[in-house]
Every structure is written in structure tokens, then in C-alpha cells.
């Protein structure tokens, strides 16, 4: 079994509609959550993490963690064509600690 | 601060020749990773710094990897006898011990021909 797996892709959503990328997670020990985004060809770069279960809110993005069920998702609000893009969901033990990433969820936006 | 640098951008080597890659981290971040990423799957873990010293590597790293940081600085990233299978992604990324999630470099783009 993979340590991080992501709801199988490509997600495809019309421009305004929410966007929900999944994630879970064998390692119980793993206390930190993270979502990177990744444009074609780019580094990746990071959106939110979470370390608390509930949810957090940034904007357009919310990242939830249940620990109890070792899953963590991301929900876009109104998407938009410039949120396309691989998401990937890595989680870690500690603050500065190795992340371990998940494959990725290719989402695309239609306008 | 001027980011994570990584370079080269590109590099296309002949199967069996070494390669070395350069990392230059944000100035005040005290942990240095390297990963690795191929088409279509997440980066893979290889091995990781605070300051000089080196404190995890992943045990699918084989002896023919070897990264340093010798001061504490920028990090080398040396790969022997280059294989067709080691063509991907090499990404440096960068954070305070302290903080959560990392800034990636732009990556170097490793080819084995």
C-alpha cells in the first residue's frame, strides 16, 4: 500500500464549480499536511497545510484533516482556468521534516 | 531573498558520465532536501540537511547518489556512471527547521542519453 494515495485523475470541473482533491494516508505518525500546486513543466509550490483536524480556510481554498479516518482533502471554491493544474497532496512527522508526496490529481478548469 | 536556486536548468548527458548539480537555498533556511520527480508521479524523497549535517537519506538512493552541504550553504548533488533511469526531475527545496512546507527550486532536468 502507498503512504500517500490521491483520488485517481484527471478532474475535470466547469469554471465557478467547487473542485475537490482527496487524499489518504497509512502512516499514522504523520502530524503535518500539505498541498503543493504544480503548473506543467513547473517546481511545485504550496497552497495550504494543515496539522490540527477540522478545517482551514485560505481564500478560495479549504483543506480538511480527519485523523481518525487519515484523510485530508482540498476543496477549490469557484475555480477558475488558472487553478488547472497537478495538486499534490505530501504530509510529514514534524515541522522541517521529510514530506512524503502522493502521485498527484491532474484538475483541470473549463471555462 | 531570491528564492531557491538550482542549476543548471537542464543537463543532457551520455550514460556512464557523472553529473553534479547545485543548490543554492533561501539565505536563512537551515534545511536543505532533495527530491526527485519523473512524468506524472509526486517527488520522491532522497535525502535531506540541517546546516552541514546530513540527516536522512532515503534507502532507494543508491551509492551511486552523494549530495553535501559543506558549510551549511548551498548543497552539491553528485550522481556516478549516470544510468537511462536516472533521467527526471532533480528538485532542491528549502525551510526553517521550525516551519512548515518547503520552497521548491525550479528543478534541474536531467537527461541520460
Known amino acids: 500500500q502507498k503512504e500517500v494515495e490521491q483520488n485517481s485523475g484527471p478532474l475535470s470541473v466547469p469554471e465557478g464549480a467547487i473542485a475537490s482533491l482527496n487524499c489518504t494516508y497509512s502512516?499514522?505518525?504523520?502530524?503535518?499536511f500539505f498541498w503543493y500546486r504544480q503548473y506543467s513543466g513547473k517546481s511545485p509550490e504550496l497552497i495550504m497545510f494543515i496539522y490540527s483536524n477540522g478545517d482551514k480556510e485560505d481564500g478560495r481554498f479549504t483543506a480538511q484533516l480527519n485523523k481518525a479516518s487519515q484523510y485530508v482533502s482540498l476543496l477549490i471554491r469557484d475555480s477558475q482556468p488558472s487553478d488547472s493544474a497537478t495538486y499534490l497532496c505530501g504530509m510529514g512527522e514534524t515541522s522541517g521534516s521529510r514530506l512524503t508526496f502522493g502521485e498527484g490529481t491532474q484538475l483541470t478548469v473549463n471555462p | 531573498d531570491t528564492g531557491v536556486s538550482q542549476d543548471p536548468r537542464h543537463k543532457i548527458t551520455k550514460r556512464g558520465q557523472n553529473v553534479t548539480f547545485r543548490c543554492d537555498p533561501i539565505s536563512e533556511h537551515n534545511r536543505l532536501y532533495w527530491y526527485r520527480q519523473t512524468l506524472g508521479q509526486g517527488p520522491e524523497f532522497l535525502t535531506y540537511f540541517q546546516n552541514e549535517a546530513q540527516l536522512e537519506k532515503s534507502r532507494l538512493l543508491s551509492d551511486r547518489f552523494s549530495a553535501e552541504r559543506p558549510k551549511g550553504s548551498f548543497s552539491t548533488l553528485e550522481i556516478q556512471r549516470t544510468e537511462q533511469g536516472d533521467s527526471a526531475m532533480y528538485l532542491c527545496?528549502?525551510?526553517?527547521?521550525?516551519?512548515?512546507?518547503?520552497?521548491f527550486g525550479s528543478g534541474t532536468r536531467l537527461t541520460v542519453v
Open positions: 502512516d499514522r505518525g504523520s502530524q503535518s
Open positions: 527545496a528549502s525551510s526553517l527547521a521550525s516551519s512548515y512546507g518547503y520552497t
